[in-house]
């Protein structure tokens, strides 16, 4: 089928999906990106979502072979950040009018499951801002008792929806537990956010099509779409990132598969090219995610290297970036930025 085809059909199958991540031909690129744009502003408007993260630990019991954080990384400086820490940089995001916060960390139980319930109910009690967790594979009762404190989000990212690549990866996790995760924190009440690398080695274009397949099996709120990067210390070192363009096809591909699904413009793009953010934000992303992880934590969150990582300050970066996103034409959004899904239902 012709391109312009596959792009007017209202449900993508795995061979659509596959032809649209395969397009070479640069105008045929431009439709993808011109429809995934246009299907963006239908279902989502022109409204961009900051969400403030704290990278608040970055121990890790995993050891996945694409990952900076993995345990076997010696080289990695690690850090915890107290509790107190946590909550003044999360003072800092809701003063910048930022309505979302992530507490994101490495799998760490040295976090107990009764301290990061404290820490979500100081947050929803000081400030009136969503709370998304990012801390890997927990129990399930401590999914319920952050629910319970107040937790709005989840993002667990499936990572690969490819069986053997998954467990090739992580080793000690399966693919089966992942998506058993997923659908129990739904199950709960939380928005889930899941996604996946773009770019892993040994991974097909349709490996691709299948993860983006996977993201509206499980009708995720957010996905999170990925370029791979290379880290020192880790056994993908020499494995090479996948072209800005390959991301940016995912990125569209996604949109228009997922519809009303946030689309991050995520840290890894802008880490792959000084514009990566821009660029996603006009083919499908309509969300950003400003780091607010204090200096000198910051630079040891290095899942991968980041040549662009700055050290200026979390309030004027974010001033910059609302800069940049007004320039295209789009405005912050002042609401906590739920699931568009749940307006629908409302
Ligand atoms: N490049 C890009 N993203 C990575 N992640 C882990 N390693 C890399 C890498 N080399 C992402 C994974 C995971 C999160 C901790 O960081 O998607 O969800």
């Not at 370029?227 to 940016?248: C, E, G, N, V």
């Amino acid at each position: 089928m012709k391109t312009a085809a596959i792009l007017n059909k209202n449900q993508l199958s795995k061979d659509d999906i596959t032809h649209l991540l395969m397009l070479q031909d640069e105008h045929e690129i431009e439709l993808l990106y011109k429809k995934a744009d246009e299907v963006r502003k239908k279902y989502c408007g022109d409204e961009v979502h900051l969400r403030g993260i704290i990278e608040f630990s970055n121990y890790c019991e995993q050891d996945c072979l694409y990952c900076g954080l993995r345990k076997s990384n010696n080289k990695l400086k690690r850090y915890r950040m107290s509790v107190d820490e946590i909550l003044s940089s999360a003072k800092a995001i809701h003063d910048t009018g930022i309505r979302t916060i992530v507490l994101q960390s490495g799998e760490d139980i040295y976090f107990g499951s009764e301290e990061i319930r404290d820490i979500i109910k100081s947050i929803k009690t000081k400030f009136n801002t969503a709370v998304t967790l990012s801390l890997g594979e927990r129990s399930f009762e401590d999914y319920k008792m952050w629910k319970d404190a107040g937790a709005d989000r989840y993002l667990l990212k499936h990572e690969t929806a490819n069986v053997k690549l998954y467990s090739m990866y992580h080793q000690a996790q399966s693919l089966r537990d992942r998506i058993g995760h997923l659908l129990y924190l739904k199950k709960l009440g939380y928005q889930i956010g899941s996604g996946n690398l773009i770019g892993l080695p040994f991974q097909t274009i349709e490996d691709i099509a299948e993860d983006l397949l996977l993201c509206r099996e499980l009708d995720v709120d957010m996905a999170s779409i990925s370029p791979f990067i290379p880290s020192p210390y880790t056994p993908y070192k020499h494995h090479q990132s996948p072209a800005l363009t390959d991301t940016l096809k995912t990125i569209a591909s996604a949109r228009i598969v997922l519809k009303d699904a946030h689309i991050p413009a995520t840290a890894a793009l802008s880490a792959l090219d000084e514009k990566g953010r821009e660029r996603g934000l006009r083919v499908g992303a309509n969300v950003v995610m400003p780091n607010f992880t204090p200096a000198p934590y910051k630079a040891y969150y290095e899942i991968y290297p980041n040549k662009y990582l700055t050290t200026e300050d979390p309030v004027k970066r974010t001033l910059r970036i609302t800069a940049m996103i007004e320039s295209l034409g789009r405005r912050i959004s002042a609401s906590q930025g739920d699931s568009l899904k749940q307006k629908v239902l409302a």
